[in-house]
Protein backbone atom coordinates (compact mmCIF):
# COMPACT_ATOMS: atom_id res chain seq x y z
CA UNK A 1 0.00 0.00 0.00
CA UNK A 2 1.46 3.25 -0.91
CA UNK A 3 1.06 6.79 -1.98
CA UNK A 4 3.27 8.98 -4.19
CA UNK A 5 2.86 12.49 -4.66
CA UNK A 6 4.92 13.71 -7.75
CA UNK A 7 4.50 17.01 -10.10
CA UNK A 8 6.33 19.74 -7.67
CA UNK A 9 9.37 21.76 -8.66
CA UNK A 10 10.35 25.14 -9.07
CA UNK A 11 7.24 27.92 -10.13
CA UNK A 12 7.33 31.61 -10.64
CA UNK A 13 4.88 33.79 -8.57
CA UNK A 14 1.31 33.75 -10.46
CA UNK A 15 2.53 30.04 -12.22
CA UNK A 16 0.81 26.71 -12.16
CA UNK A 17 1.65 23.41 -10.89
CA UNK A 18 -0.85 20.40 -10.96
CA UNK A 19 0.34 17.44 -8.24
CA UNK A 20 -0.75 14.34 -8.54
CA UNK A 21 -1.16 11.54 -5.68
CA UNK A 22 -1.21 8.17 -7.08
CA UNK A 23 -1.90 4.93 -5.60
CA UNK A 24 -0.40 1.58 -5.42
CA UNK A 25 -1.60 -1.46 -4.13
CA UNK A 26 -5.23 -0.29 -3.25
CA UNK A 27 -7.79 1.40 -4.50
CA UNK A 28 -8.23 5.12 -4.23
CA UNK A 29 -11.63 5.56 -5.00
CA UNK A 30 -12.17 4.11 -1.45
CA UNK A 31 -10.83 7.04 0.26
CA UNK A 32 -11.15 10.81 0.83
CA UNK A 33 -7.85 11.60 -0.14
CA UNK A 34 -5.83 14.78 1.41
CA UNK A 35 -3.50 17.11 0.42
CA UNK A 36 -1.48 18.83 3.15
CA UNK A 37 2.07 20.84 2.98
CA UNK A 38 4.44 21.63 6.00
CA UNK A 39 6.99 24.87 5.10
CA UNK A 40 10.21 25.25 6.73
CA UNK A 41 9.46 25.74 10.19
CA UNK A 42 6.29 25.54 10.71
CA UNK A 43 3.34 22.60 11.32
CA UNK A 44 2.38 20.55 8.41
CA UNK A 45 -1.45 21.95 7.55
CA UNK A 46 -4.41 21.08 5.50
CA UNK A 47 -4.62 22.14 2.08
CA UNK A 48 -7.53 20.62 0.24
CA UNK A 49 -9.89 17.26 0.72
CA UNK A 50 -11.80 15.37 -1.68
CA UNK A 51 -14.40 13.18 -0.43
CA UNK A 52 -14.87 9.36 -1.63
CA UNK A 53 -18.52 9.28 -1.78
CA UNK A 54 -20.03 12.36 -3.36
CA UNK A 55 -16.46 13.91 -4.96
CA UNK A 56 -17.52 16.61 -2.30
CA UNK A 57 -14.29 18.78 -2.13
CA UNK A 58 -12.57 21.87 0.78
CA UNK A 59 -10.27 23.67 0.91
CA UNK A 60 -8.50 25.58 3.25
CA UNK A 61 -8.62 29.73 3.08
CA UNK A 62 -5.62 29.93 1.84
CA UNK A 63 -6.30 27.81 -1.32
CA UNK A 64 -9.85 28.67 -2.20
CA UNK A 65 -10.28 30.36 -5.58
CA UNK A 66 -6.94 29.49 -6.58
CA UNK A 67 -6.04 25.26 -6.05
CA UNK A 68 -8.73 22.83 -7.27
CA UNK A 69 -8.50 18.97 -6.05
CA UNK A 70 -9.74 16.48 -8.17
CA UNK A 71 -10.36 12.53 -8.95
CA UNK A 72 -9.89 9.90 -11.81
CA UNK A 73 -10.43 6.76 -9.80
CA UNK A 74 -9.77 4.80 -13.70
CA UNK A 75 -6.16 6.36 -13.23
CA UNK A 76 -6.39 5.98 -9.88
CA UNK A 77 -4.76 9.21 -9.12
CA UNK A 78 -5.97 12.16 -7.19
CA UNK A 79 -4.78 15.95 -8.48
CA UNK A 80 -3.98 18.80 -6.77
CA UNK A 81 -4.20 21.99 -9.67
CA UNK A 82 -2.21 24.80 -8.08
CA UNK A 83 -3.08 28.45 -9.83
CA UNK A 84 -1.73 32.07 -8.88
CA UNK A 85 0.97 30.66 -6.58
CA UNK A 86 2.56 32.66 -4.08
CA UNK A 87 5.89 32.55 -2.56
CA UNK A 88 3.82 32.02 0.59
CA UNK A 89 2.61 28.93 -0.94
CA UNK A 90 6.30 27.41 -0.72
CA UNK A 91 6.15 24.03 1.50
CA UNK A 92 6.57 20.32 0.67
CA UNK A 93 2.93 18.90 -0.41
CA UNK A 94 1.92 15.31 0.86
CA UNK A 95 -1.22 13.74 -0.02
CA UNK A 96 -3.19 11.08 2.49
CA UNK A 97 -5.68 8.89 2.60
CA UNK A 98 -8.29 10.25 5.39
CA UNK A 99 -9.71 7.81 7.76
CA UNK A 100 -13.19 6.71 8.36
CA UNK A 101 -15.33 10.13 8.44
CA UNK A 102 -13.70 10.79 5.27
CA UNK A 103 -12.29 14.48 4.94
CA UNK A 104 -13.32 15.41 8.83
CA UNK A 105 -11.06 12.65 10.17
CA UNK A 106 -7.44 12.51 10.44
CA UNK A 107 -5.32 11.35 8.20
CA UNK A 108 -4.36 7.50 8.02
CA UNK A 109 -1.90 7.22 5.97
CA UNK A 110 0.88 9.51 4.16
CA UNK A 111 2.73 9.25 0.86
CA UNK A 112 6.42 10.74 0.10
CA UNK A 113 6.29 14.42 -0.09
CA UNK A 114 7.26 16.88 -3.44
CA UNK A 115 8.75 20.22 -3.17
CA UNK A 116 6.81 23.11 -4.51
CA UNK A 117 8.97 26.23 -4.59
CA UNK A 118 7.46 29.31 -5.27
CA UNK A 119 10.10 31.91 -6.59
CA UNK A 120 11.10 34.56 -9.03
Known amino acids: VQLQASGGGLVQPGGSVRLSCAAS????????IGWFRQAPGKEREGVSC????????YYADSAKGRFTISRDNAKNTVYLQMNSLKPEDTAVYYC??????????????WGQGTQVTVSS
Open 25 to 32: GFTLDYYA
Open 96 to 109: ATMGNGGCSAMPSS
Open 50 to 57: ISSSDGST
